[in-house]
């Protein structure tokens, strides 16, 4: 069955630092991966997507995820991070499944920026 | 530049009173979703329609019955509400193929 895990619940990281948001999928063939942002009161926004090709990802904000296959993983990254980036994140994989555009979340990890 | 528009955002019922959570998108999305997010556990699939004209269920319908009205519109209707809905609903839509879904703002219900 396809499965999302993201190991972080929660993450602080001081302004400025590098963050890397760790994702592991399950999932039997190639999968359609994706990060959506949600803030505060606000629906998931979509940061990237990973369908094929180049496994480096790059995506809005300064945002970029690698896709590992040996390690069922597309870990979300960002070099240097900014305080409004303060916010939940969801790794998702996706398929086509009975017609419709089927896709499974993990729980989400919460990030918090220090100043 | 509307995207998704869900109504209500905030609503507070008491158990047993039904309600209609109302989405619409101006996408031109054949593909639709109703999702419910509670802590700990991401979204989770109530019901959608892959086109207009047909609903199927997702991975927790019990409670829940949803219309495609048009292939603009899709809501979500709640009969009897219970307490262990409580939770942010999520209106979402796609195009054909695995593209990303697009989401609405939430609406946020409490059931006492």
């Known amino acids: 069955a396809q499965s999302v895990t993201q190991p972080d619940i929660h993450i602080t990281v001081s302004e400025g630092a590098s963050l890397e948001l760790r994702c592991n999928y399950s999932?039997?063939?190639?999968?359609?991966l994706f990060w959506y942002v949600q803030s505060p009161g606000q629906g998931l926004q979509l940061l990237l997507k990973y369908f094929s090709g180049d496994t480096l990802v790059q995506g809005i904000k300064g945002f970029e995820a690698e896709f590992k296959r040996s390690q069922s993983s597309f870990n979300l990254r960002k070099p240097s991070v900014h305080w409004s980036d303060a916010a939940e994140y969801f790794c998702a994989v996706g398929a086509v499944s009975g017609g419709y555009n089927k896709l499974i979340f993990g729980a989400g990890t919460r990030l918090a920026v220090h100043p | 530049n509307a995207g998704v528009t869900q109504t209500p955002k905030f609503q507070v019922l008491k158990t047993g009173q039904s309600m209609t959570l109302q989405c619409a998108q101006d996408?031109?999305?054949?593909?639709m979703y109703w999702y419910r997010q509670d802590p700990g556990m991401g979204l989770r699939l109530i019901y959608y329609?892959?086109?207009?004209?047909?609903?199927d269920k997702g991975e927790v319908p019990n409670g829940y019955n949803v219309s495609r009205l048009n292939k603009r519109e899709f809501s979500l209707r709640l009969e009897s509400a219970a307490p262990s809905q409580t939770s942010v609903y999520f209106c979402?839509?796609?195009?054909?193929?695995?593209?990303?879904?697009?989401f609405g703002d939430g609406t946020r219900l409490s059931i006492l």
């Open positions: 979402a839509s796609s195009g054909a193929g695995v593209q990303p879904q697009h």
């Open positions: 999932y039997g063939a190639t999968p359609y």
């Open positions: 996408m031109n999305h054949n593909s």
């Open positions: 329609s892959a086109s207009e004209g047909t609903t």
